[in-house]
C-alpha cells in the first residue's frame, strides 16, 4: 500500500505546478488549465485523507463522494468558462491577458 505522504507530495507537486502557471503564464487557455490542475490536486488530496482515514477495515467514502461533486461542478465551470474564453477572444482576437486588461468596448 502506497503511504499517505506520497499522495500529498504528489498532490502539492500538481498545486504547486499549477500556482505557477497562473502566475507566470499570460495566455487565458493556459491559465485556465492550470487552474484545473490546481482543483485535480485538491481532489487528489481529498481522496487520499479519505482513503487513509477507514475505519475497522471499511473503507471511508467521504472524500471520493465530495470529489465527484466537485469533479461535477468543474465540469460546468469548464464549460462557462470557455464559453467567456471563446467570446473574448472573437471579439478582441487575442487570447493575451496583457490585451485584454479592460472591459471597453
Known sequence: MIPLT???ILSGVLFAIGLMGVI???????????????LSAANLSLVAFSRAQGTMGL???DGQALSIF?????AAEVAIGL???VSLYRARRTAS????NTLKD
Not at 507566470?24 to 490546481?38: A, K, T, Y
Not at 491577458?97 to 485584454?100: A, E, N, S, V
Open 24 to 38: 507566470v503564464r499570460r495566455d487565458i487557455i493556459v491559465i485556465f488549465m492550470c487552474l484545473e490542475m490546481m
Open 6 to 8: 506520497h499522495y500529498l
Open 59 to 61: 473503507p471511508n467514502y
Open 70 to 74: 466537485i469533479l461535477t461542478i468543474a
Open 97 to 100: 491577458t496583457q490585451d485584454l
Open 83 to 85: 464559453a467567456l474564453i
